[in-house]
């Protein structure tokens, strides 16, 4: 069964670093693009960019480059999602996505709050 | 970057009636790769609809896909009470990949 579970909600300050992670399973984790989608609450889906596991090689949005950083551990078959400086504004959902957009993790909450 | 635009914002229908959304797009995507999506409150997106007409595993088939081009549309074509929430497209051809901004389809 394809599976791709994130980690749990998060609560941090302006200006705190965070990474979240999403780890694979169920499925060959290098064959297939990993996507970022933000949700900001009762708004609409954003992708964020994508990183293929296989090399880590990473595509931006331009509305996100310079502000979030994509990993992945092709050992521990988890991608990463990273920010050294956050925002009140990167409060939102945030999911991952793979094998083509036809799995999705569950979301992670990240607020955002002094 | 493409810009999808949904319309109309909200469908207010009945069950057994059917469903058609809008997707326009602000310049021709390659090979219609166009996709939809299905979201309900506090759950992720499931994916309906990929390369503009081809349905996913396990996904009913009143649920279809049409156009090209600029423009895609989704059709549903007996509304079931499952089927009431938010839908998105999204083209994944030239990048940045992007959604539209949704429509609902709301009960009557």
């Known amino acids: 069964e394809v599976q791709l579970v994130q980690s749990g909600a998060e609560v941090k300050e302006p200006g705190e670093s965070l990474r979240i992670s999403c780890k694979g399973s169920?499925?060959?984790?290098?064959?297939?693009?990993i996507s970022w989608v933000r949700q900001m609450p009762g708004k609409g889906l954003e992708w964020m960019g994508r990183?293929?596991?296989?090399?880590?090689?990473?595509t931006y949005s331009p509305s996100f480059q310079g502000h979030v950083t994509f990993s992945a551990d092709k050992s521990t078959t988890t991608a990463y999602l990273q920010w050294s400086s956050l925002k009140t504004s990167d409060t939102a959902m945030y999911f991952c996505?793979?094998?083509?957009?036809?799995?999705w993790g569950q979301g992670t909450l990240v607020t955002v709050s002094s | 970057e493409i810009v999808l635009t949904q319309s109309p914002g909200t469908l207010s229908l009945s069950p057994g009636e059917i469903a058609t959304l809008s997707c326009r797009a602000s310049?021709?995507?390659?090979?219609?790769?166009v996709a939809w999506y299905q979201q309900k409150p506090g759950q992720a997106p499931r994916l309906l609809i990929h390369?503009?007409?081809s349905r996913a595993t396990g996904i009913p088939d009143r649920f279809s896909g049409s156009g090209s081009g600029t423009d895609f549309t989704l059709t549903i074509s007996r509304l079931e009470p499952e089927d009431f929430a938010v839908y998105y497209c999204?083209?994944?051809?030239?990048?940045?990949?992007?959604f539209g901004q949704g429509t609902k389809v709301e009960i009557k």
């Open positions: 390369d503009a007409a």
């Open positions: 169920g499925y060959s984790f290098t064959s297939y693009w």
């Open positions: 310049q021709s995507v390659s090979s219609g790769y």
């Open positions: 996505a793979s094998v083509n957009f036809d799995y």
């Open positions: 999204q083209q994944y051809g030239p990048s940045p990949w992007t």
């Open positions: 990183i293929d596991p296989s090399d880590s090689r990473t």
